[in-house]
C-alpha cells in the first residue's frame, strides 16, 4: 500500500520517535516533521541531524495540523499526552503509540478519542541501550518485529496505513490482541528486568558487603543484570502498568526457582543436569545472540 | 621474585590451561611445556599453536618430570586428578589449580597429599565464553583478578612462587580462605547462572508456547539468560560443590524476588522506584561493562 503523510509530528523525540522519523523521511513517506518535547538541547539536537524540521515544546501548538502522530513519550504518559491533543487534531488524522505495555493505553485512550481519529497501538521491539534523538537512526528498526494491536473499533484503512508505515521502517509486523502482546512482553521481556534488578539487590542482602562482592564479578553478573541500569521510572510504570501479566510471570519464576533449589538441596545431579541442560537447549534456539 | 620452572605440565590444555601456559612461556618463566588431556584433535591444535612442546594422553605419564602442574580440568576432577599424578611427582613439585570452587577441593587434596608436594588453590575469574586451546591466548589474564585460597598447611614458599605464577601472568593476586571464596563466588557468580537458568525454564511454564515467547526477544532476555548456555556438566557440579553458598545465595534471591513482587502487588510506587533505583546505582558501580 502506497502511503504517504504531509505532516508528521513526532512527541518524543528519543530513540524510538527520532528514529521512526528518519526511517519515514528516508522512504519518502513524509513531507514535513515536526518534533514535541520537553528538553530544548534534544530537539535542538534532532533538528540539527535533520530528524526534524522544526520544533515546539507546547504540545497542542507542536501537534496543529499533523496527519500523522507518533507518540513516544515514556509509557504511562501515552494517554494523557492524546487526550490533550485530540481536541485540536482535525478528522482523518492517525495517531500511533510506541509504548512497551498496550492493552491499559488502549482502555485510556479508546474511549474518549473524538470520532474521526484513529489510534492505532504498536509496539516496536527494537534496542534501546542507547537513548535521545542523538541514538537515532533510519536503520534501528531493520529487521525488527513490531506487534501492533488493534481492537474491534480500530479503522481498517487505519490499520492498513500504520501496517504500512512500520513495514516501510523496516520491522516485520504482527498483528495482536493487546492483552496478549502484554502477557507476552511480561514473561519475555519485563520479568527480565525483574529478575536482573534482584539479582543486583541481592548482593545488598549478603554477609559480604555489596560493592566487595562486585568487585569480583565477571561476564556472568555483569550480562545477567545488564538491564538493571534502565532508567527506573520507565520500568516502575512498565511493571504497574502491566502488573497482573508481571506478577504471573513472576510467580511461574519462582516455581522454576523452587525446582532447582530443590534439586540442590537433594543433590539430586540427574534432576540438576537435566534442568541445566533443558535451559541450554532453550536458550540455544536465540539464534541471533 | 624470579621463578623459573624446567618442566611444566599443562592438565586440561582449555581456555584457562593454554592461556596460563601460553603467559608463562611468554615471560619467559617455563622452558618446557607438556600437556595432557584426553582429546586428540585439541592436544593437537595446542601443539600446533606452540602452546605445549609435546602432549599425552595418559595422565601418569604426561606428569612425570614436572616441577611445576596446572590442573584445568572441570572442577569435580581436579581432586582425583591430584590424587592420581601424585605418587609419580618428586619432592618440591608446585601443583596449582584454576577450580571454581575451592573448600571442598582443599579438602579432599590436602589429607591425602604426600609429604614434599605443594598444593596451593586458585581461581582466576577470566572470561571464558570461549573454550578449548584454539581460544587460549597469552592476554587471557592481563587485568583481571586470581584468588589464591591457601590454608594454615600451605608452604609459604610455594605461595610466594604462585603468587609470582599469576602475577607474571598479568592478575592482581588476591589471598583469601577458601570457605570466604565460596561465599563470594555463590552470590557473584554462581548465583547468576541459577537465575538465568531458571529465567528460561520459565517460559516453558506459562500459557503461550515458550518457542513463541522467545520469537519476542530482545535484548534485555538475551543479555540476561546468556550464561544459561554455559556447559550443564560444569554447572551442576559447581553448584552441589558449592551447596551451601548456593543455597544462601538463592534464598537472599528469594527474599528480593518476594519484596519486589509485594511491591507491585501493593502498586507501591514509591517502594517499587526505591527498589529500581537501588538496583541501578549498585549495578552502575560495575565500571568496566
Given at each position: ?107 485510556q ?8 481519529l ?46 504500512s ?19 507476552i ?33 565477571s ?25 497482573e ?35 541450554k ?9
Amino acid at each position: 500500500m502506497a502511503i504517504h503523510f504531509q505532516h508528521l509530528v513526532v512527541i518524543g523525540v528519543g530513540l524510538i520517535g527520532g528514529s521512526l522519523a528518519m526511517a519515514l523521511r528516508d522512504r519518502g513517506i513524509v513531507e514535513r516533521i515536526v518534533g514535541v518535547g520537553r528538553g530544548l538541547k534534544n530537539l535542538e539536537r534532532a533538528k540539527e541531524r535533520g530528524i526534524i524540521d522544526s520544533f515546539s515544546r507546547d504540545l497542542k501548538e507542536g501537534s496543529q495540523g499533523a496527519d500523522l502522530v507518533v507518540v513516544a513519550t515514556p509509557v504511562c504518559t501515552i494517554p494523557a499526552v492524546i487526550k490533550q491533543i485530540a481536541p485540536i487534531l482535525r478528522a482523518g488524522t492517525i495517531i500511533i503509540d510506541v509504548g512497551s505495555v498496550k492493552q491499559i493505553i488502549l482502555e485510556q485512550v479508546e474511549p474518549s478519542l473524538p470520532a474521526g481519529l484513529h489510534f492505532v497501538g504498536g509496539h516496536p521491539l527494537a534496542g534501546a541501550e542507547k537513548s535521545g534523538a542523538e541514538a537515532a537512526s533510519a536503520q534501528l528498526f531493520q529487521g525488527g518485529k513490531c506487534v501492533l494491536t488493534p481492537s474491534p473499533n480500530t479503522d481498517p484503512q487505519a490499520l492498513e496505513k500504520v501496517t504500512s508505515i512500520w513495514r516501510e521502517s523496516g520491522m516485520e509486523v504482527i498483528l495482536m490482541d493487546a492483552q496478549r502482546h502484554d502477557r507476552i512482553m511480561g514473561a519475555i521481556s519485563h520479568l527480565s528486568h525483574i529478575v536482573a534488578t534482584c539479582l543486583v539487590q541481592t548482593m545488598k542482602g549478603l554477609p559480604d558487603p555489596a560493592e566487595e562482592l562486585l568487585s569480583y564479578a565477571s561476564g556472568g553478573f555483569n550480562d545477567t543484570t545488564r538491564v538493571a541500569s534502565s532508567r527506573p521510572e520507565i520500568w516502575r510504570d512498565i511493571y504497574l502498568w502491566n502488573r497482573e501479566a508481571v506478577l504471573e510471570a513472576i510467580s511461574q519464576f519462582e516455581l522454576s526457582l523452587r525446582r532447582l533449589k530443590g534439586f540442590i538441596e537433594e543433590e539430586d545431579e540427574a534432576g540438576l543436569l537435566k534442568e541445566l541442560e533443558g535451559a541450554k537447549k532453550l536458550r540455544n534456539q536465540l539464534k541471533r545472540f
